[in-house]
């Protein structure tokens, strides 16, 4: 219980969720996210998508800047396989849930992140599977949230090939994949370029990837509709009201 209350407070959360803070049965099983930025706390959809599902406890893992290489070689992910190797009264362990959604510093051009599509970006993401499923949790795959900027007015969706290549691997390892990358584009699309720009964090740390209190809002919305649509299961851990 002390490690799970420190890795809550690391993931910059400011307080359990209800089911655990008063030693009640989780309504689903622990949620442990798993990604780059635009997941991460503060900058990314993570905590607003925890703050949808506070009858379960939810650490927010994500770290800015990683790619499926960069999180496990700085020993992100070791965090996470303890943590899903923990043992509780009975020597059993807690039922998770691993969401991982990388791609944005898995493109050329970052040193040191860069993976390359054919050959290490799915091998990767079959790494943290297998891992997490020998450690008894089950895995979610995410599609990389889209950018949001435009050309000639047309979204110029550069992430595609990274969230087809996480939807074949997950087809072919039986994992569920949730595509965030559609979804979010297809809404981008739809609000054109003036109406997608206040879903940025304000100047001057604006940019048309992270996210600020309203792109956060409505990502978090659009992943817990579609995680409850794969998981109905989850839904007596959802809040009655959105926060």
Not at 85 to 100: A, F, Y
Not at 185 to 194: D, E, K, Y
Not at 199 to 209: H, I, M, N, Q, Y
Request: glycine content about 10%.
């Amino acid at each position: 219980m002390k490690r799970l209350a420190a890795l809550w407070l690391a993931a910059g959360l400011g307080a359990a969720p209800v089911a655990w803070a008063q030693g009640l049965p989780p309504a689903g099983p622990r949620l442990i996210l798993v990604g780059d930025s635009t997941l991460a706390p503060r900058s990314g959809y993570g905590n607003a998508l925890c703050a949808r599902f506070q009858q379960v406890a939810c650490l927010n893992l994500a770290r800015g800047g990683r790619s499926s290489k960069s999180y496990r070689a700085e020993g992100l992910w070791a965090t996470v396989l303890a943590l899903l190797n923990e043992r509780g009264p009975g020597d059993t362990r807690q039922h998770s849930l691993v969401l991982i959604q990388f791609g944005h510093n898995d493109q050329p051009g970052k040193p040191g992140r860069s993976t390359d599509l054919a050959t290490e970006f799915g091998p990767n993401l079959a790494g943290y599977v297998a891992e997490a499923r020998a450690a008894g949790a089950e895995v979610m795959l995410l599609t990389p949230l889209t950018r949001r900027s435009f050309r000639q007015g047309e979204l110029d969706n550069d992430l595609r090939p990274w969230a087809e290549a996480t939807l074949k691997l997950g087809a072919e390892l039986g994992v569920p994949v949730l595509d965030l990358n559609a979804l979010s584009a297809a809404a981008v699309c739809a609000m054109g370029q003036p109406a997608a720009d206040t879903l940025a964090e304000a100047p001057p740390r604006f940019d048309r990837t992270h996210l600020g209190p309203r792109g956060a809002a409505l990502f978090a919305q659009m992943v817990a509709d579609e995680l409850l649509r794969l998981r109905p299961d989850l839904a007596g851990a959802r809040t009655l009201a959105e926060p």
